[in-house]
């Protein structure tokens, strides 16, 4: 626990320690794929700040964590995530894994307002159906030069998989998720997201749940070529094989994003990955796996 709040603290250090950040041109305008907007020019309280034409983070997910980003109204965003069931280690014989089966999730999600979206996908992992709301409250130097944005991600799954009567409590799971970030310039940004699911011990009758604090990060390289990482320390509650982990690369490209990663996490939905991994990363059992966002524009 300590350790956990160690981070957290150094986390917080670093967006007080460095400079705010306007997100009025968080989508570059002139990009293909991205909707024209009129973006006014910053008040004299805020003619101080770094205006970065890039966002924090492209997209609405940081491999399995929501990020701060949102959609814009009228946005519809298809998203298809795949984890593939072989391990990396199984060699060429298996391509690596891309040979085996997967695990899928598709979603789709709409923006009602800037700063408010919903999404409802779908994975073959249990059958698990799942509807979430984004809120973005806060957007990090818009006001008062906050060194940082904020959103709230709250959903519901239902397992469809097992059971006769799919409605038993068993099956209903809730979430929320917290994100915190912090862009410190043109290529790199930080991502915290303390997170809760309930109902998350599959061998138990009871309600238990999982508390995390989920770190991540992205680094911009070559153009529009990202390094991303996320961690999910588990701080209280039922906790799967080992902790939760993923890294790899991110490509953005018009109205596309894509990323492709190694991870020890097979689930998709919020009550499948808040728990942790499925693999262990001391016996070198970790799983490709991809996703790819698609936005389209109303």
Not at 49 to 57: G, R, T, V
Not at 175 to 202: I, R
Not at 230 to 256: D, F, I, N
Request: with cysteine; proline share 4%.
């Amino acid at each position: 626990m300590r350790r956990h709040i160690f981070y957290a603290g150094v986390f917080v250090a670093i967006l007080l320690s460095t400079h705010t950040v306007s997100h009025s041109e968080r989508i570059n305008p002139t990009a293909a794929g991205s909707p024209a907007r009129n973006h006014a020019a910053p008040s004299a309280t805020q003619s101080n700040d770094i205006q970065f034409l890039k966002p924090a983070f492209w997209t609405r997910r940081l491999i399995n964590l929501p990020t701060t980003q949102t959609l814009f109204r009228g946005e519809l965003l298809f998203r298809i995530a795949h984890r593939y069931n072989r391990a990396l280690r199984d060699g060429e014989d298996h391509l690596f894994g891309l040979d085996g089966p997967a695990k899928i999730l598709l979603s789709l999600g709409y923006g009602i307002r800037d700063n408010v979206s919903v999404t409802l996908g779908r994975t073959n992992l249990s059958d698990v159906v799942e509807l979430s709301c984004n809120w973005r409250f806060i957007e990090q130097g818009k006001r008062y030069g906050v060194p940082l944005s904020a959103s709230l991600n709250v959903g519901g799954s239902l397992e469809t998989e097992r059971c006769e009567d799919i409605w038993e409590s068993d099956n209903l799971k809730f979430s929320a998720q917290l994100s915190l970030s912090h862009q410190a310039s043109e290529s790199f940004a930080l991502l915290l997201v303390p997170a809760y699911s309930s109902n998350t011990n599959p061998s138990a009758s009871s309600s238990e749940g999982t508390l995390i604090l989920g770190l991540g990060g992205r680094f911009t390289f070559v153009s529009n070529l990202s390094l991303i990482w996320e961690s999910l320390p588990h701080l209280s509650g039922y906790e799967a094989e080992s902790q939760g982990w993923g890294a790899g690369l991110e490509y953005k490209t018009g109205g596309h994003v894509f990323q492709v990663f190694l991870t020890n996490m097979l689930g998709l939905t919020s009550d499948q990955f808040i728990p942790g991994g499925d693999f262990k990363i001391t016996d070198s059992d970790y799983r490709l796996g991809f996703n790819i966002f698609r936005s389209f524009w109303f």
